[in-house]
């Protein structure tokens, strides 16, 4: 059965599909965020159903949302599953994913390696981006040049903080440690006594990327931590906003894609990750403003590049973090951060 249009379905219509349907096996469920959704459509879901002469059918949401209705269902209703790293690594400790098999996906040994196995035997990254600082330059004379530099006395009152329960809010406590000269993970409360100190630079936190945005549009900060994606957006909203060159490095963020457990169609799932790895594809994307790309072949020019996280220099300076022991300690964080900011 080939289809030229892909429909969105709940979570409970697509899985009544898989287990009704009895046309399922030429059926792939994919759980992903739906973000530029026709896009999406033109570049991979079109091309890829009229490869496979398949049909894929869509759950939408967020990281937590998805995952969820996953475990709830025991690793089944979806046949492939898109999400952030630490929400992977939650998937990958409960038991929801099964091993990739590597010889289905030949295009992963084309790819960075930091995006090859982020999880072990696990899914593969499809795209890298980076936590940073951004400020206006216009309004901060002095470069920032370090992680350190947040808590500098001319950034009194300037600063938003990333909310604790967002992907960047704990890679601030990690950053705090590193300060204080301790590993946070292991003993929290130099971290925490940091945090306090840099309490009288922070104007708020943020949990949005459009509440970032508004915040420097209307003035009331000029610096913040941001991911590499909402960047083009905020030199839209504010021109002289510059990307912090830090000497220590920007932190990097992985989103991966992965095969449910209870997966009705594992090898055309496998199919399907290997189509978005492909270079050629991996390109498309990223001159179409979707994805960076992690194909080490594909070659962009350098206004191609300028928004995304890409080539060998920028990866390699990227910070890792392990999300085993991040999402071991984030619920006492959430706890901690909470008292420093009255919340």
């Known amino acids: 059965m080939t289809t030229s249009k892909s429909r969105l379905l709940s979570a409970t219509t697509a899985a009544a599909l898989l287990l009704a349907s009895p046309a399922a096996a030429e059926t792939l469920v994919v759980s992903w965020w739906g973000f530029n959704g026709d896009k999406l459509n033109e570049f991979i879901v079109q091309p890829f159903q009229e490869q496979c002469e398949c049909e894929l059918v869509f759950e939408t949401g967020n990281n937590a949302d998805r995952l969820n209705r996953v475990q709830i269902r025991g690793g089944a209703g979806v046949d492939v599953i898109y999400l952030s790293d630490s929400f992977a690594q ?9 091993p990739i098999d590597r010889s289905l996906v030949p295009n992963i040994d084309g790819l960075y390696e930091m995006a090859q196995n982020p999880h072990g035997e696990f899914g593969p990254a499809y795209t890298i981006g980076r936590v940073g600082i951004v400020y206006d330059a216009e309004r901060v004379t002095a470069p920032i040049t370090q992680w350190e530099d947040l808590w500098r006395d001319d950034l009194a009152n300037a600063l938003s903080l990333p909310g604790i329960t967002t992907t960047a809010g704990p890679m601030v406590v990690m950053i705090a440690g590193e300060k204080a000269g301790t590993d946070a993970f292991e003993d929290a409360d130099p971290a925490f006594a940091e945090i306090e100190a840099l309490r009288s630079n922070v104007v708020t936190n943020y949990n949005t990327g459009s509440e970032m945005i508004n915040l420097f549009s209307t ?12 960047l083009g957006q905020l030199q839209q909203a504010v021109p002289s906003i510059v990307w912090a060159e830090l000497e220590d490095g920007d932190i990097a963020t992985l989103n991966t894609v992965n095969i449910p457990t209870g997966a009705a169609n594992v090898e055309l799932a ?43 220099g920028m990866i390699a300076g990227l910070q890792r973090i392990d999300y085993t022991q991040m999402n071991a300690a984030k619920t006492a964080w959430i706890d901690r951060w909470n008292e420093v900011f009255g919340m």
Do not use: K, M
């Not at 939650?90 to 099964?98: M, S, T, Y």
């Not at 978005?276 to 960076?292: K, T, Y």
């Open 270 to 312: 496998h199919e399907f990750i290997n189509f978005i790895l492909d270079p050629e594809r991996q390109a498309l994307l990223a001159r179409n403003g979707v994805d960076a790309p992690v194909a080490t072949a594909v070659d962009l020019t350098e206004e191609e590049a300028a928004q995304w996280t890409y080539g060998d």
């Open 219 to 230: 003035g009331e900060i000029s610096v913040s931590l941001a991911q590499d994606f909402a």
């Open 90 to 98: 939650i998937g990958v400790e409960a038991g929801l994913f099964q």
